[in-house]
C-alpha cells in the first residue's frame, strides 16, 4: 500500500515504580498525574509506602502479521 491510510496504532503507556526500602521494580498501566520522580504506588514485596516512579514509557502491541504463521 503505497499511498494508503495507515490505521495508527496508539502504545499501551507504562509506568515503572521502584521500591526505596527494598529495591523492587513493579511495571503498572499509566494513571493520570504520574511523574518520573513522583510518588508510587505501595511496593507489592515489602508493603512500603516508598517508591518513586522511575521510568514512564509506551510499547506497541506485537505486529499480527509477524506472528501469525505461513500456510
Do not use: H, W
Not at 29 to 57: H, M, P, R, W
Amino acid at each position: 500500500m503505497l499511498f494508503g491510510k495507515k490505521k495508527e496504532i496508539k502504545p499501551e503507556i507504562y509506568s515503572e515504580d521502584t521500591c526505596q526500602s527494598c529495591g523492587e521494580n513493579t511495571k503498572r498501566q499509566f494513571e493520570e498525574g504520574d511523574y518520573v520522580y513522583g510518588t508510587g504506588l505501595q511496593c507489592k514485596k515489602c508493603s512500603s509506602s516508598n517508591t518513586l516512579v522511575t521510568a514512564i514509557y509506551g510499547e506497541y502491541p506485537p505486529d499480527d502479521k509477524s506472528s501469525s504463521t505461513r500456510a
